[in-house]
T-cell receptor, first 112, second 114 residues
Framework: QKEVEQDPGPLSVPEGAIVSLNCTYS??????FMWYRQYSRKGPELLMY????GNKEDGRFTAQVDKSSKYISLFIRDSQPSDSATYLC????????????FGRGTQLTVWP | DAGVIQSPRHEVTEMGQEVTLRCKPI?????LFWYRQTMMRGLELLIY????????DSGMPEDRFSAKMPNASFSTLKIQPSEPRDSAVYFC????????????FGSGTQLSVL
């Protein structure tokens, strides 16, 4: 079993919909939680990160972490066609730089 | 800044051949990572360097894989001999210690081994 599980989708929604993306993990030592966005034929780019449990909001994006359930979410409000991409969750223990554990990614398509 | 630069963008080779992938990290970044991405396994860390020194190579799948970083601005990942199961997208990423959650990825090398 991978340490980070993520449903690969694909997920297809109409423009303006609220999108919910999720990951579960097994290692309770994870402290930093990230969401990366990857456009086709490009490398991933950091979208949001949170430390420990709680919520973080940035414009149309909200990241949530529930450490008790080992579950993280990314919500996209008022989704746009430009949000069409693969979204990867990632996490690490914080004490070891760079050792990020990624989910497989969820492919999202927002149609006009 | 040009970002992380990888070459080649695409590589097609035959089984048994040597493959060399190249990476130029962002200037000033002291950590460099090599990842491999496949549909089945997602992104997997192969190896990472700090100040040109390999720190963790536990993700390197076999002795056929080797990586070097001769200086702060250049790294290579070599596969010799290559096998069809090595077909994947290989990413290089770099970062500074102070921003450990933010890796800057290159555009990747799409490797196909026939």
């Amino acid at each position: 079993q991978k340490e980070v599980e993520q449903d690969p989708g694909p997920l297809s929604v109409p423009e303006g919909a609220i999108v919910s993306l999720n990951c579960t993990y097994s290692n309770s030592a994870f402290q930093y939680f990230m969401w990366y966005r990857q456009y086709s034929r490009k490398g991933p780019e950091l979208l949001m990160y949170t430390y420990s449990s709680g919520n973080k909001e940035d414009g149309r994006f909200t990241a949530q972490v529930d450490k008790s359930s080992k579950y993280i979410s990314l919500f996209i409000r008022d989704s746009q066609p430009s949000d069409s991409a693969t979204y990867l969750c990632a996490m690490n223990r914080g004490s070891t730089l760079g050792r990020l554990y990624f989910g497989r990614g969820t492919q999202l398509t927002v149609w006009p | 800044d040009a970002g992380v630069i990888q070459s080649p963008r695409h590589e097609v080779t035959e089984m048994g051949q040597e493959v060399t992938l190249r990476c130029k990290p962002i200037s000033g970044h002291d950590y460099l990572f090599w990842y491999r991405q496949t549909m089945m396994r997602g992104l997997e860390l192969l190896i990472y360097f700090n100040n040109n020194v390999p720190i963790d190579d536990s993700g390197m799948p076999e002795d056929r894989f080797s990586a070097k970083m001769p200086n702060a601005s250049f790294s290579t990942l070599k596969i010799q001999p290559s096998e069809p199961r090595d077909s994947a997208v290989y990413f290089c990423a770099s970062t500074q210690h102070a921003t450990n959650e933010k890796l800057f990825f290159g555009s990747g090398t799409q490797l196909s081994v026939l």
